[in-house]
Nanobody, 121 residues
Framework: QVQLVESGGGLVQPGGSLRLSCVAS????????MNWYRQAPGKERELVAG????????NYADSVKGRFTISRDNAKNTAYLQMNSLKPEDTAVYYC??????????????WGQGTQVTVSS
């Protein structure tokens, strides 16, 4: 019943913008930190951005800092990733992740199916 569904990916030229959305269902969205990860072919999955349960704090990978903005709307059970000034090296499958911040048997970690972002001229 848990679902994280990403949308908003596509093909964009360098310097362009995209806004990714992640709609969550089947769990208490407001109790989970939300993260965006990405994975390019042949590379490890990397954390791009994260946001705390209330949106009070965010963090970003150095490679996207100043260009990407993560946000959330708990009333809509949705997380967003606004991506500006896109570069070819941003090309990857982007995944939405929900993390309850607990450890061991208390931990819960959910993943979306991914959405392709391609930055190319």
């Amino acid at each position: 019943q848990v679902q994280l569904v990403e949308s908003g990916g596509g093909l964009v030229q360098p310097g362009g913008s995209l806004r990714l959305s992640c709609v969550a269902s089947g769990f208490t969205f407001s109790s989970y930190a939300m993260n965006w990860y990405r994975q390019a072919p042949g590379k490890e999955r990397e954390l791009v951005a994260g946001i705390t349960t209330t949106g009070g704090s965010t963090n970003y990978a150095d490679s996207v800092k100043g260009r990407f903005t993560i946000s959330r709307d708990n009333a809509k059970n949705t997380a967003y990733l606004q991506m500006n000034s896109l570069k070819p090296e941003d090309t990857a499958v982007y995944y939405c992740n929900a993390d309850n911040g607990s450890f061991g048997r208390w931990s819960r970690n959910y993943w979306g199916q991914g959405t392709q972002v391609t930055v190319s001229s």
